[in-house]
């Protein structure tokens, strides 16, 4: 079992910048990816970005390509989301994600993640 707590979520102006974090703990050495996801009030949840453990390769939604930076600090299993110029539309609930199975791509697809944090609010206003 893998435990993922996630913060950092706020209220923030347009243009302004959060970083959230995700720390794991439990059977983290079988991760190998994690990922942000979010869901705004209404709409299905959607990818944000990824990153693997192994070599650290990103892989991010268009939408904020550009703006957001995903890492990981192994030593502490954390992951963090730095999250620049945001956006009204940047509005949701942001969740962490641990991918266990070693399978390169489909870094959008909810169902291939294995455990999920209980999500961290992050509202952004005009």
């Known amino acids: 079992q893998v435990q993922l707590v996630e913060s950092g979520g706020g209220l923030v102006q347009a243009g302004g910048s959060l970083r959230l974090s995700c720390a794991a703990s439990?059977?983290?050495?079988?991760?190998?990816?994690m990922g942000w996801f979010r869901q705004a009030l209404g709409k299905e949840r959607e990818f944000v970005a990824a990153?693997?453990?192994?070599?650290?390769?990103?892989y991010y939604a268009d939408s904020v390509k550009g703006r957001f930076t995903i890492s990981r600090d192994n030593a502490k299993n954390t992951v963090y989301l730095q999250m620049n110029m945001l956006k009204p539309e940047d509005t949701a609930v942001y969740y962490c994600?641990?991918?266990?199975?070693?399978?390169?791509?489909?870094?959008?697809?909810?169902?291939?993640?294995?455990?999920w944090g209980q999500g961290t609010q992050v509202t952004v206003s005009s």
């Open positions: 990153i693997v453990r192994s070599d650290s390769s990103t």
């Open positions: 439990g059977r983290t050495f079988s991760s190998y990816a």
């Open positions: 994600a641990v991918r266990e199975s070693a399978v390169f791509g489909g870094w959008s697809m909810t169902r291939l993640y294995d455990y």
